[in-house]
């Protein structure tokens, strides 16, 4: 079963707005990282955040971690047409060994209009 | 660090024909995961190694396809013989993995179309 699901699969706002895109996930987890995929390449890091945090911040980034409702938002402030791109969500497990992979969710397509 | 390197940036063959993808993880990392992303089925999990050793490859679809890490730089994603399904970007990461973090780092992925 998916572990991380992101919310919306599809989100298209203007230029200079903030574009916020959710993660829910089903069991107890160690960290969530957020990842971003360009048309054509792979995926690139972004932020984590452990399960002992609530809010991070990178940038124009903040990411928010609710544990009792097994969620995460990510929100990118004043966007920009380079943030055009899919954005997952991936969770390790809790507890977490060293052969624990991470699961990656299905990404929210996000679209900066012009 | 040049990142992980992949090769080749595209592949086109023909269904039956034996294909091999190329991967060279960011030197001192100790981990290695193969992935395959479809607009179908999203971005899935192969096969991973911690340390050259193959920990779990229960995403591998089917015996066609199987992986290899003779050494610390350098592994292969083989699929013999190549379907039409098999049409899709595969993607290798690497990692250092310690408890309480594994921030993977992918490559640019291979395409490959089996016509």
């Known amino acids: 079963s998916q572990q991380g699901e992101e919310d919306p699969q599809a989100l298209s706002i203007q230029e200079g707005e903030n574009a916020t895109m959710n993660c829910s996930y089903k069991?107890?987890?160690?960290?969530l990282q957020w990842y971003r995929q360009n048309s054509g390449r792979g995926l690139v890091h972004l932020i984590l955040?452990?399960?002992?945090?609530r809010e991070k911040h990178s940038g124009r980034l903040r990411v928010t971690l609710d544990t009792s409702k097994k969620s995460s938002s990510l929100l990118i402030t004043a966007s920009r047409a380079a943030d055009t791109a899919s954005y997952f969500c991936?969770?390790?497990?809790?507890?977490?060994?060293?052969?624990?992979?991470?699961?990656f969710g299905k990404g929210t397509r996000l679209h900066i209009l012009p | 660090d040049a990142g992980v390197i992949q090769s080749p940036r595209h592949e086109v063959t023909e269904m039956g024909q034996e294909v091999t993808l190329r991967c060279k993880p960011i030197?001192?990392?100790?981990?290695l995961f193969w992935y395959r992303q479809t607009m179908m089925r999203g971005l899935e999990l192969l096969i991973y190694?911690?340390?050259?050793?193959?920990?779990?490859d229960s995403g591998m679809p089917e015996d066609r396809f199987s992986a290899k890490m003779p050494n610390a730089s350098f592994s292969t994603l083989k699929i013999q013989p190549s379907e039409p399904r098999d049409s899709a970007v595969y993607f290798c990461?690497?990692?250092?993995?310690?408890?309480?973090?594994?921030?993977?780092?992918f490559g640019p992925g291979t395409r490959l179309t089996v016509l």
């Open positions: 991936a969770t390790s497990l809790f507890p977490m060994n060293r052969d624990d992979k991470i699961i």
């Open positions: 069991t107890s987890i160690n960290n």
């Open positions: 955040i452990r399960s002992n945090e």
């Open positions: 030197s001192g990392h100790n981990s």
């Open positions: 190694f911690n340390n050259n050793v193959p920990i779990d």
């Open positions: 990461a690497s990692s250092f993995r310690q408890v309480g973090t594994d921030t993977q780092y």
